[in-house]
């Protein structure tokens, strides 16, 4: 078993265009790899794609509905040592997968992951902080230096297959669902990676996919529940592992922001800029939504347990 797969997630007809350029984007790279496209329980969509697109598979999801099933759906299919991951809204660049498949020379490299970049369908309001790009689906500042990580992001991911099917591929009922955001690639991270026997993943930004940010999630209520639904997978993801120390690449992301806004603050009031002090707002605004969401999702948690621990006595 040899050579890679490139496997896209899709659901919906309103991002045809986008499906398709992805889809191109993958047939382009060298070597051509094998393209699968996943239809999350979209028939008209499957249909339409397959009559598109003759040189490519097609499939439907057969699990759970979600980013999650779809993309194990797809994965299943392939045969190849390698499986990347590719987004319906995001377009590789050249050189892409070369650059995502190089660190698996190593053997204890189980996933890889690259670099994504923006493409803003409306201006980018300038109240939005570097910082805080990972809120639609882009890199962001502090992402640190080629090399180990804990995860990357499934839009623009690399796996040993193998160890991806030992895993079960990506956790079906956690993930993207409807309005629910949870960081199932987070939760795939860790549970490849085998820290005892030295297994990583490593971040390789060489290898870059272009996202595509539609006007809808360039307004100010998008960025704070995108930060509050982030909050809340986050302490899902601390419930699954039982133990806080799954979190501390977070914690040190954390420490960092109270610095980046007194610096925006203290530009804006420098040079009499106001976007500078409005990305420090900004920052404020998405960590503590972040915190509300992560409260909230810990307050659901205690009464689904309490409302365990009563209807046995009820009953």
Do not use: C
């Given at each position: 078993m040899s050579g890679v797969s490139v496997?896209?997630?899709?659901?919906?007809?309103?991002?045809?265009?986008?499906?398709?350029?992805a889809v191109r984007s993958a047939l382009a790279q060298v070597p051509t790899p094998v393209v699968v496209v996943a239809v999350d329980h979209n028939e008209p969509l499957r249909a339409a794609l397959a009559d598109a697109f003759p040189e490519i598979?097609?499939?439907?999801?057969?699990?759970?509905?979600?980013?999650s099933g779809t993309r194990n759906s797809g994965a299943r299919t392939t045969s190849t040592e390698?499986?990347?991951?590719?987004?319906?809204?995001?377009?590789?660049?050249?050189?892409?997968?070369?650059?995502l498949?190089?660190?698996?020379?190593?053997?204890?490299?189980?996933?890889?992951?690259?670099?994504?970049e923006p493409a803003w369908r409306a201006p980018r309001p300038n109240?939005?902080?570097d910082e805080?790009?990972?809120?639609v689906g882009a890199s962001f500042a502090g992402m640190g230096a080629p090399g180990p990580v804990r995860n990357v992001w499934a839009e623009n991911m690399a796996v040993r297959r193998s160890r991806f099917i030992e895993v079960g591929g990506f956790r079906e009922d956690f993930g993207k669902v409807?309005?629910?955001?949870?960081?199932?690639?987070?939760?795939?991270?860790?549970?490849?990676?085998?820290?005892?026997?030295?297994?990583?993943?490593?971040?390789?930004?060489?290898?870059?996919?272009?996202?595509?940010?539609?006007?809808?999630r360039t307004t100010f209520r998008f960025f704070a529940w995108r930060c509050r639904l982030e909050g809340g997978g986050k302490y899902e993801m601390r419930r699954l592992f039982g133990q806080d120390r799954v979190l501390g690449v977070e914690a040190r992301y954390l420490a960092g922001l109270p610095r980046v806004a007194m610096l925006g603050?203290?530009?804006?009031?420098?040079?009499?800029?106001?976007?500078?002090?409005?990305?420090?707002?900004?920052?404020?605004?998405?960590?503590?939504?972040?915190?509300?969401?992560?409260?909230?999702?810990?307050?659901?948690?205690?009464?689904?347990?309490?409302?365990a621990m009563l209807a046995p006595r009820r009953a």
């Open positions: 496997v896209i997630a899709a659901h919906t007809m309103d991002r045809w265009e986008q499906i398709g350029a598979t097609v499939v439907t999801n057969e699990g759970s509905r979600g980013a390698f499986i990347a991951f590719l987004d319906d809204d995001a377009t590789a660049l050249a050189g892409w997968l070369p650059a498949l190089a660190p698996f020379s190593d053997p204890k490299v189980v996933g890889t992951g690259g670099r994504v109240w939005f902080p805080f790009l990972w809120a409807g309005q629910r955001s949870r960081p199932e690639d987070t939760d795939l991270g860790i549970r490849m990676a085998r820290a005892d026997q030295g297994e990583t993943w490593i971040y390789a930004p060489d290898a870059v996919v272009v996202h595509d940010v539609p006007a809808s603050l203290l530009t804006a009031a420098r040079e009499r800029r106001l976007a500078p002090a409005s990305r420090a707002a900004a920052i404020t605004v998405g960590v503590m939504a972040a915190g509300f969401g992560f409260a909230e999702a810990a307050l659901d948690d205690v009464r689904r347990r309490a409302r």
